[in-house]
């Protein structure tokens, strides 16, 4: 497992949901998420993604593809969220919660190399 080659950059120019399927592809491989799978949702308008680690899939939102930088520093805060349910077996708690963006889920987004905030700003 590692980070994305130094060899890929990722522009500001708004992607196209093939390029980022076949992008995302690749990275998922990497970190052994190629089992999960990518969807659009016209209507997600709360989050610009959800991880629906059960069903899983990675639902975003057209929003997402505004930007290549965008789309992948959401798909790896989303990737980090399925190895840290897969790590636990289902999602860590604290003080009797689901605990989706705690220490553990920090610490995914350091190997994965994403910022750990629970949110993403849109430029």
């Given at each position: ?41 016209d209507s997600l308008k709360w989050a610009l993604a959800l991880a ?72």
């Amino acid at each position: 497992m590692g980070s994305i080659p130094s060899r890929c950059t990722f522009s500001n120019l708004m992607i196209s949901k093939a390029e980022a399927q076949l992008a995302a592809s690749s990275l998922l491989q990497r970190w052994n998420l190629d089992d999960v799978q990518l969807e659009w949702n016209d209507s997600l308008k709360w989050a610009l993604a959800l991880a629906d680690v059960e069903n899983n899939k990675i639902i975003f939102s057209l929003t997402s593809l505004k930007s290549g930088k965008l789309f992948f520093s959401i798909l790896k805060h989303e990737m980090a969220h399925f190895l840290d349910w897969r790590e636990h077996g289902g999602w860590p708690i604290k003080n009797g919660k689901n605990d989706l963006h705690g220490k553990s889920f920090k610490l995914q987004c350091l190997k994965i190399g994403v910022s750990p905030s629970r949110f993403i700003k849109i430029n």
